[in-house]
């Protein structure tokens, strides 16, 4: 079955512009979960969506943003973008999201530059 | 709060000797363990889990990994290890962040070489 497509792969913004970057679940995955990738960072948590519903967000300013419609395909947004936003991003997919068996998928990411 | 910690950021290993990399974890109740694999400009890769029963857990690849509760360890291992098994190696932890949500917390990662 196809994995975990995030789009798209690169992207270069300028300072101040707002990017939106897209993420397709597996089919009948219903849980899509973000992550920024940074070297000093590691891997954070953004936010969980369920059944279009964000379930959980984690520590990032307002101006990260997210949906997801009713196929499970999932979006984020970064408004007023910054330097420090250059990371890649992650998407992970997971049946429900809760359960004991149901290990994350993840996407290839989507390399963020910020100039 | 949950939390892990991977205390070393590079591992180095001759090819066909074997290899460990290192993970211990902080949660409170019982821990959903994670390795994930990242190889360049790639995704997260799932390695193996464990969830509950045995201590000794076998995933894809020749990987095992052992829980260790008292320790509260769970160390990544492979008998031999092999050049293309050079990545980055991620630990992470399950835990419920209410509401019906469960969120993965990821250890800094261990960047693994494996020397011809």
């Known amino acids: 079955k196809a994995g975990v497509t995030q789009t798209p792969r690169y992207l270069i913004k300028t300072r101040g512009q707002q990017v939106t970057l897209s993420c397709s679940p597996i089919s009948g995955h219903r849980s899509v979960s973000w992550y920024q990738q940074t070297p000093g960072q590691g891997l954070q948590f953004l936010f969980e969506?369920?059944?279009?519903?964000?379930?959980n967000k984690g520590n990032f300013p307002g101006r990260f943003s997210g949906r997801q419609f009713s196929n499970s395909r999932s979006e984020m947004n970064v408004s007023t973008l910054e330097l420090g936003d250059s990371a890649l991003y992650l998407c992970?997919?997971?049946?429900?999201?809760?359960?004991?068996?149901?290990?994350?998928?993840f996407g290839q990411g989507t390399r963020l530059t910020v100039v | 709060a949950q939390s892990v910690a991977q205390p070393e950021d590079q591992v180095n290993v001759a090819e066909g000797n074997p290899l460990t990399v290192k993970c211990t974890y902080s949660v409170s109740g019982n821990p959903y363990l994670f390795w994930y694999v990242q190889y360049p400009n790639r995704g997260l890769q799932f390695l193996l889990k464990y969830i509950t029963g045995d201590n000794l857990v076998k995933g894809s690849y020749g990987f095992e990994a052992e829980f260790n509760k008292s320790q509260t360890s769970f160390h990544l291992k492979k008998p031999s290890a092999l050049v293309s098994d050079s990545a980055l190696y991620f630990c992470a932890v399950r835990a419920y962040s209410g509401a019906g949500s469960y969120q993965l917390t990821f250890g800094k990662g261990t960047k693994l070489s494996v020397i011809p």
């Open positions: 969506y369920f059944s279009e519903t964000q379930r």
């Open positions: 992970a997919s997971s049946l429900t999201g809760q359960g004991v068996n149901t290990e994350a998928f």
